[in-house]
């Protein structure tokens, strides 16, 4: 399995839901990421996760808590968002360390998430 | 702190053309650089990377440390090369902090 899976691929919910992402990925990476990219602008970083420990959180909002229950999950749990916040919410996992691959991203498809 | 700087949002040129698309970057230290491709529907992916020096889908992209810059480059452009292309700057860490630039869509008309 060489790929990284998103659910849902969509997702729509109200400013007082709470609702949660998920990622998977088989290829034994141990770091993994999240990342918001809106409409025709680059991703941006979110989170690093490296060995299951949140190693990077780019000051991102408190309604955005991620969550790595294992070397093959990766959640992000939603709660009270904006609707500026509607975005494509990328997973993407790499090696870790100083091998070849470590700085190599592998990209999920995207959540796409409209908050209304 | 790293930046990544592609100038043109939009590339436009006929099947057949040459195509190069800009990208400099900025950052202190020793980074690795990437291209990374998002093609119409489909998920970000990776197209190239300096320390591969190799040749993806017919693209080369060199690494020129004096002039920071990271230009990718193809002789002959495809229809199937229509594509969103990102830049993307890497400090060498245990894991991968990139920072893409902004994007440059390239459009190829037959």
């Known amino acids: 399995d060489t790929e990284v899976t998103q659910t849902p691929k969509h997702l729509v919910m109200g400013m007082t839901n709470k609702k949660s992402l998920k990622c998977e990925q088989h290829?034994?990476?141990?770091?993994m990421y999240w990342y918001k990219q809106k409409a025709k602008k680059p991703p941006e970083l979110m989170f690093v996760?490296?060995?299951?420990?949140?190693?990077i959180n780019e000051s991102v909002p408190s309604r955005f808590s991620p969550e790595c229950p294992n070397s093959s999950l990766l959640n992000l749990h939603l709660h009270a968002l904006q609707p500026e916040d509607s975005a494509l919410y990328l997973c993407a996992s790499s090696q870790e360390g100083t091998t070849a691959g470590a700085n190599v991203l592998t990209f999920g498809a995207g959540s796409r998430l409209t908050v209304l | 702190a790293q930046r990544v700087t592609q100038p043109e949002k939009l590339l436009s040129v006929f099947k057949g053309a040459p195509v190069e698309l800009k990208c400099n970057y900025s950052y202190s230290g020793s980074p690795e650089l990437f291209w990374y491709v998002q093609y119409s529907r489909q998920r970000l992916q990776l197209l190239l990377r300096?320390?591969s020096r190799e040749s993806i889908k017919g693209f080369t992209a060199d690494l020129n440390k004096g002039e920071t810059s990271f230009h990718l480059k193809k002789p002959f452009a495809q229809e199937e090369d229509s594509a969103m292309y990102y830049c993307?700057?890497?400090?060498?860490?245990?894991?991968?902090?990139?920072?893409f630039g902004k994007g440059t869509m390239l459009l190829v008309s037959p």
């Open positions: 996760y490296s060995y299951e420990k949140l190693s």
């Open positions: 993307a700057l890497s400090m060498n860490s245990g894991y991968s902090t990139l920072t």
């Open positions: 290829m034994g990476h141990r770091a």
């Open positions: 300096h320390i």
